[in-house]
T-cell receptor, first 114, second 111 residues
Framework: AAGVIQSPRHLIKEKRETATLKCYPI?????VYWYQQGPGQDPQFLIS???????DKGSIPDRFSAQQFSDYHSELNMSSLELGDSALYFC?????????????FGQGTRLTVV | KQEVTQIPAALSVPEGENLVLNCSFT??????LQWFRQDPGKGLTSLLL?????REQTSGRLNASLDKSSGRSTLYIAASQPGDSATYLC??????????FGQGTTLQVKP
């Protein structure tokens, strides 16, 4: 069965650079969530999209932005990178946001800022 | 504000033991609760999903229960194996759909 695909799997950037993370949800899933997991931390919710519109916003820095495209894939854009942005970034997808459905996670993108 | 707490933070058991992981949450207005497994540096694998109207779910050697009124869930692992060693995270789903995670229980099963 198709899963949530994230790319790239690993990314190394220098401070003040820009990074773009991509997420391809499970087919027919129209809701996408982004989470950030720092070393030894639990995943923290960043932002979510439903039907290409932002549906909820969490602790996402102003330096980050995201969008969901017409094919439902999503991109997380991160600018002016800081050392503290080094983390695992997860994308999850699910069926309609109001439904009591299961969230499926991708394998994550490990971002290292040097 | 919803808070999710998992106890214990770490657990080490010999192979073959049955064990219980605990999860508590402060706001009972949830849609569902999911248990995940995470291996070091890896992604989150969904183990069990319990809807707010359900009391428990079973998958193989795993059984998860939910008591929404008291804000508690448990994950029971029967006959533990070294391959079960991982971090187990519980997460509750709110109305807006996002998951709020506990900090996890890191399990080590010794051969």
């Amino acid at each position: 069965a198709a899963g949530v695909i994230q790319s790239p799997r690993h990314l190394i950037k220098e401070k003040r650079e820009t990074a773009t993370l991509k997420c391809y949800p499970i087919p027919r899933h129209d809701t996408v969530y982004w989470y950030q997991q720092g070393p030894g931390q639990d995943p923290q919710f960043l932002i979510s999209f439903y039907e290409k519109m932002q549906s909820d916003k969490g602790s996402i820095p102003d330096r980050f932005s995201a969008q969901q495209f017409s094919d439902y894939h999503s991109e997380l854009n991160m600018s002016s990178l800081e050392l503290g942005d080094s983390a695992l970034y997860f994308c999850a997808s699910s069926l309609p946001r109001q439904g009591a459905t299961e969230a499926f996670f991708g394998q994550g993108t490990r971002l290292t800022v040097v | 504000k919803q808070e999710v707490t998992q106890i214990p933070a770490a657990l080490s058991v010999p192979e073959g033991e049955n064990l219980v992981l605990n999860c508590s949450f402060t706001d009972s207005a949830i849609y569902n609760l999911q248990w995940f497994r995470q291996d070091p540096g890896k992604g989150l694998t969904s183990l069990l999903l319990i809807q707010s109207s359900q009391r428990e779910q079973t998958s193989g050697r795993l059984n998860a229960s939910l008591d929404k009124s008291s804000g508690r869930s448990t994950l029971y692992i029967a006959a533990s194996q070294p391959g079960d060693s991982a971090t187990y995270l519980c997460a509750v789903r709110r109305r807006a759909g996002k998951l709020i995670f506990g900090q996890g229980t890191t399990l080590q099963v010794k051969p």
